[in-house]
């Protein structure tokens, strides 16, 4: 309930679809993009769903299926934007912004196998771990959505993954 009530507060973005979008550019989130994202998942990504504004995209990075325990507390929203930022910064997480007029707008997790909880198959797995790119999250701020943002943030996933060491992009 305090997830959800701090979001109503800070989820300031705008809620109503834009008729046309400006200039569109796919960009990773690297050290300098790190302050647009959380700005971006702080006040737009859900301005109109606060209930899921306290993800930060850690799911896939935490939630390991074989060490599941129902009694966990759910995380703050703050440790999960501290979580996320941290594996932004350390290279256990990856993705790309959208940006629209040099706005984020939208983002999509494309980390590494290995570094999902989630998705992780773990030694002997084919192809490895370490050689596939995981799409895992897409997220478009509410007046972005329905312009195909989240196609040209996998089309972007997908063109950089054999640069990345990828054999194979899965998504989930």
């Known amino acids: 309930i305090r997830n959800v009530a701090a979001a109503i507060v800070r989820q300031t973005g705008g809620v109503d679809r834009l008729d046309t979008l400006g200039?569109?550019?796919i960009l990773p989130v690297t050290q300098e993009r790190i302050?647009?994202?959380l700005a971006f998942f702080d006040h737009d990504a859900f301005s109109d769903s606060p209930i899921f504004a306290s993800c930060y995209c850690t799911e896939p990075h935490?939630?390991?299926p074989k060490n599941f325990d129902p009694r966990h507390e759910p995380s703050t929203w703050q440790e999960n934007r501290a979580l996320v930022a941290g594996l932004l910064r350390?290279?256990?997480s990856f993705g790309?912004?959208?940006y629209v007029d040099g706005s984020a707008a939208g983002w999509v997790n494309a980390s590494m196998r290995k570094d999902y909880a989630l998705f992780r198959?773990?030694?002997g797995a084919e192809p490895p771990d370490e050689q596939v790119v995981g799409i895992s999250c897409f997220v478009i701020a509410p007046p972005y959505r329905r312009h195909g943002l989240a196609g040209r943030l996998l089309d972007r996933a997908v063109a950089d993954a054999a640069d990345r060491g990828a054999t194979s992009v899965e998504s989930y």
Do not use: N, Q, S, T
Request: proline share 6%; hydrophobic share 40%.
């Open 23 to 25: 200039a569109v550019e």
């Open 35 to 37: 302050d647009d994202w």
């Open 62 to 64: 935490v939630l390991d």
């Open 90 to 92: 350390d290279g256990g």
């Open 96 to 98: 790309y912004l959208a």
């Open 121 to 123: 198959r773990g030694p």
